[in-house]
């Protein structure tokens, strides 16, 4: 059975589990709602990352901490939540030692205080198997105003923050497979891998601008994907619009990958969102506050799928388009 | 280094990143609390499960589920809270089949439907190690009114739900090493390790009354220690007043282990709270009005330490009291 079959299965077996909540949205946004204080929701969000499969275990502990994180901080902002807390739930094998230990809360610590964020619960276990970590992120939206994956109307423009792409060739440096390219992409490119930084700014700031919104983690054109099949759209993507670093421009210069794996590789952590043409004037505005790139790529239509051109208006094959995962 | 160390280790680390936030206690209690809607409080848990750990890889997999599910919802129950939802995140190795998550499923879905919960969120990844899995439980309480287990005062009196020390006797019967016991008090055994009752009713018929709870998952003895930690304070068993049911005394008669074994053994679920004496009366009638044993064991001291005594008040020799774990 593979693993596509498996995870679509286990939707299958498990939002009709979600439905007496509405505000577990089908299990298909980046995080579920419950009520908060007055005027306020909860934004609530859960991610599983394994040793192996999602990092690599010899990755510093530090980082680990910080990406464990930050990839919940960003499914938050992805809501258009500000971070609040989280819990964190630990499986160690027995080689962890107080050195790996201390190196790991340490790196947790100094993210927490940098994006404001307490630990307000866990568990600790002992596991035969890898490093597995798993972390609950809670933050708060005022009522109603969550960022949601299916509000997405045709003729709305999409929109991405940053570059994209750089997370996925910086995963081939970390792989070893891009000796020969300078020092400064390759270290650019392996940083945005090892420790994404989520737009919890930006995500607050998009509420009433934004119409959908996602993070980008298994890449652009597979979350697109997923923006418009629960917003029951489809998409056309302009390649040459898609920004690109220029440490990502180097590695597809030097034959790392093609546009194709920036368009498709997971981890960047942006955000992807649509937006009506009428909110572009205040978005670049927005942008220009945060410091931070906000590129128009693409428009939403009304037909199904979602399509990558380029400037001559061919469309580009692309492969599956990301891995797909139940929820968050 | 040791599994003990290790987790104290976490502790010491972690707790100063949960300081911030007062609801998080410390870390040290059952779930942390967070604002809910006007006049409540949101109750979250997480606990991690890992195959070979915390259940037997073949064990059925709809008691895995159930079994994942109700130890959060004990937590809950331990602070008075009632449950209301959990996010779900699942590691499955590569040979969980269709068979194998269909009844993972039903067992889910048969437990999220006795007990009124939601699934709201999740994440399901892959693994190369043993199936692993976490749960988040959310549960609503009034605001103010969670019990704690930090309050806990010298007079109190001690008491607990149910039966001790039955999980442990079962966990030696899915060992294999009880055969000779009776079929019923072996299934009998066997069922309360594989499939604990989380006490949701009583948790909350106890706010107001009791003055501290918790729940034993880590054993009487050892969990009563964390009682008295965070309470400052002491406790005396009177090992002869705890609770046992029938099968848990043919057990101990058939030479399965003795009455430390269910002082110490984990795994009961059962609710654990301390009370002031003039309660004693009110209690009693939840008891009877809930169809469920309440039983009183022993007293808060002032001295520090956890003392169970015979019957003729001679201290009673235990080992170091069950395994720590860091929160939930």
């Given at each position: 059975m593979s693993g596509l079959d498996e995870f679509s299965l286990i939707e299958r077996l498990f939002v009709p589990l979600s439905l007496s909540h509405p505000g577990a949205l089908r299990l298909s946004d980046d995080a579920a709602l419950i009520d908060g204080p007055v005027g306020t929701e909860w934004a609530i969000t859960?991610?599983?990352?394994?040793?192996?499969?999602?990092?690599?275990?010899?990755?510093?502990?530090?980082?680990?901490?910080?990406?464990?994180?930050?990839?919940?901080?960003?499914?938050?902002?992805?809501?258009?939540?500000?971070?609040?807390?989280?819990?964190?739930?630990?499986?160690?094998?027995?080689?962890?030692?107080?050195?790996?230990?201390?190196?790991?809360?340490?790196?947790?610590?100094?993210?927490?205080s940098a994006f404001g964020v307490a630990v307000i619960g866990g568990d600790t276990v002992a596991t035969p198997g890898p490093l597995t970590l798993s972390v609950t992120a809670i933050g708060s939206v005022p009522k109603g105003g969550a960022l949601l994956r299916s509000t997405a109307r045709p003729g709305d423009e999409i929109w991405v923050s940053g570059t994209i792409g750089d997370a996925a060739f910086g995963l081939l440096v970390a792989k070893g497979r891009a000796s020969g390219l300078s020092a400064a992409a390759a270290d650019g490119l392996l940083g945005r891998y090892r420790l994404p930084t989520p737009r919890c700014a930006l995500g607050p700031a998009l509420r009433g601008l934004a119409r959908a919104a996602m993070d980008v983690s298994d890449g652009l054109i597979g979350d697109l994907g997923h923006i418009c099949e629960t917003s029951h759209v489809g998409a056309v993507v302009e390649a040459s619009d898609v920004p690109l670093s220029a440490a990502a421009e180097e590695a597809m210069a030097f034959g790392l990958g093609g546009i194709d794996l920036a368009l498709t590789g997971g981890d960047d952590y942006e955000l992807l969102f649509t937006?009506?043409?009428?909110?572009?004037?205040?978005?670049?505005?927005?942008?220009?506050?945060?410091?931070?790139?906000?590129?128009?790529?693409?428009?939403?239509?009304?037909?199904?799928?979602?399509?990558?051109?380029?400037?001559?208006?061919?469309?580009?094959?692309?492969?599956?388009?990301?891995?797909?995962?139940?929820?968050?």
């Open positions: 859960t991610d599983a990352l394994v040793a192996g499969v999602h990092f690599l275990p010899d990755d510093p502990p530090d980082l680990i901490a910080r990406k464990l994180l930050r990839v919940n901080l960003s499914d938050l902002a992805a809501m258009g939540a500000t971070p609040f807390a989280v819990l964190l739930a630990t499986c160690f094998p027995g080689d962890v030692d107080a050195g790996w230990l201390d190196a790991f809360a340490g790196g947790l610590r100094q993210d927490c937006a009506p043409a009428v909110a572009a004037g205040q978005l670049a505005e927005v942008g220009r506050r945060l410091d931070l790139r906000l590129t128009k790529i693409g428009r939403i239509i009304e037909d199904r799928g979602v399509t990558a051109v380029d400037a001559a208006g061919r469309s580009l094959p692309l492969g599956g388009g990301g891995y797909r995962h139940f929820g968050g």
